[in-house]
């Protein structure tokens, strides 16, 4: 079933398009959207046939096409890269009419959105996201930057996309770990802003079904909408909520090591921090608090602290890489805690030993 979703921020509307058998339409949409401009596509080393599948569709279609690879994983998402993409869209000619298609998982996307922000002050940007995460979370809201030595996400601007393109048919053959990864948000979203699909992904779950349709997706994506259309440059406090788990779960990402745990692993563990800081801040019920532990577990995603990251050493630069977080005000961490499932609260004053104490109960 073809689902659509229409976005209305202040710099622009665009469809979020979820079904089957989309790739061959990107054509048709890339000519309404910029008559005669010129493709380039942006994929990764483990996107290539997605990415050649693609360019035959454009190129029979009339359209000029240029293609990028670049090493997949999270250590390609950095200023050396855009340095790369930046050259390699200067040896293809673009000019201010083409079109940046990025055909990838949440590093492809954030990185291609990048270049497409910045390359000529800004070019159009399609995302066709080939992961989970990426379908429901990455490709959708405009977020594009990259990562520094010192964090996350230090990096970036938002530019929206022209169109989000989620075939369900590029998940195939997605290992399953990356497919497990992609479960975190999923799994975040029914946490923050909806009880029936925390439910839902709970039963699937727990009963080893986890076949993904376009309702399902679907509903994720419109989540990520609404909180996108309300609050497009994160300035009024609404988007921080799709940040639960994340402040914790990026420090881990940094210090384990970029590329050493997957994103949703990383958020996986954070989104067990945040629940126990929600019981102990918010009265958040205890047996919830294990609800998300199960869930998590059932979706193979990690729930513990990597042994690596078990040292007084590690503790400590978990938590000092935490004020980098964006979400850090005033020198005070905040974090995104729970009310009940379905339900968040941002802006929630942390001290680094109430952090402490949760991140040692995680060993």
Do not use: W
Request: with cysteine; net charge positive.
């Amino acid at each position: 079933m073809l689902r659509s979703i229409e976005i209305r921020t202040g710099s622009g509307s665009y469809e979020v398009r979820v079904g089957r058998d989309l790739l061959k339409e990107v054509p048709a949409y890339l000519r309404e959207l910029q008559p005669g401009a010129r493709a380039f596509i942006v994929g990764d080393t483990h996107t290539r046939r997605f990415v050649k599948q693609l360019a035959r569709f454009l190129i029979k279609a009339g359209v000029e096409t240029r293609m990028a690879a670049i090493i997949a994983g999270e250590r390609s998402k950095n200023l050396n890269t855009v340095r790369q993409l930046y050259s390699a869209c200067a040896r293809a000619g673009l000019d201010r009419k083409a079109v940046i298609i990025a055909v990838g998982g949440g590093v492809v996307g954030d990185v291609a959105g990048f270049v497409a922000a910045t390359y000529l002050r800004g070019l159009r940007l399609i995302q066709v996201p080939t992961t989970v995460v990426g379908l429901v979370d990455s490709s959708i809201g405009g977020k594009t930057g990259v990562d520094l030595k010192e964090g996350k996400n230090l990096v970036g601007v938002f530019h929206q996309p022209s169109l989000v393109m989620c075939d369900l048919n590029l998940l195939e053959g997605l290992p399953r770990r990356e497919f497990n990864s992609g479960l975190a948000e999923m799994i975040k979203y029914g946490l923050i802003a909806d009880e029936a699909l925390f439910s839902e992904l709970e039963k699937r779950l727990l009963h080893e079904s986890v076949a993904l349709d376009s309702e399902v997706v679907a509903r994720c994506a419109q989540i990520k909408a609404e909180v996108v259309c309300a609050d497009e440059r994160e300035t009024l406090g609404v988007r921080a909520i799709l940040n639960y788990g994340h402040t914790i779960g990026h420090a881990i990402e940094t210090v384990a090591g970029y590329g050493k745990l997957l994103h949703g692993e990383a958020i996986a563990i954070g989104m067990v921090a945040a629940g126990m800081l929600s019981h102990d801040r918010l009265q958040f019920p205890g047996r919830d608090v294990k609800r998300i532990h199960d869930v998590l577990a059932a979706a193979g995603l990690p729930v513990k602290l990597p042994r690596t990251l078990q040292t007084p050493v590690a503790m400590k630069k978990l938590i000092k890489t935490m004020f980098l977080d964006k979400k850090t005000q005033g020198g005070k961490l905040r974090f995104v805690l729970l009310e009940k499932i379905g339900k968040a609260r941002t802006g929630q004053e942390v001290s680094p030993d109430e952090v402490a104490k949760v991140l040692k109960r995680l060993f």
